[in-house]
């Protein structure tokens, strides 16, 4: 028989020292090159376990990583970009 699932557990958000930031990114083996993003927010759970990160880097790229309980992640990347329609 399944488990019952109780209430989803509540995240305590903080910013976090970029530098920090990039260190766990860079573990992920997801990054392009070495440089630290500019900004950072992180997510913990009840038990003070990081369980996601949000970045920004000076390029313009943002990037997501979802940290499970069990220790897997998941890692998206984006940028967000803007065309204008010429026209006077």
């Known amino acids: 028989m399944a488990k019952a699932k ?3 557990q509540r995240l ?5 020292d ?3 930031a990039g260190d766990v990114i ?3 083996g997801q990054c392009v090159d070495d440089s630290d993003p500019l900004t ?4 913990w759970d009840g038990s003070k376990r990081l369980r996601r990160l949000k970045a920004s880097y000076p390029n ?3 990037v997501t990583v979802g940290i499970r309980i069990d ?3 998941s890692v998206s990347w984006g ?6 329609r010429g026209g006077a």
Not at 12 to 16: G, R
Not at 79 to 84: A, D, G, R
């Open 60 to 62: 313009g790229w943002k």
């Open 18 to 20: 970029p530098k920090k």
């Open 71 to 73: 220790g897997s992640y």
């Open 79 to 84: 940028i967000k970009l803007v065309s204008m």
């Open 26 to 28: 860079r573990a992920t």
């Open 12 to 16: 305590f958000s903080a910013d976090v």
């Open 40 to 43: 950072a927010r992180g997510w």
């Open 6 to 8: 109780g209430k989803p």
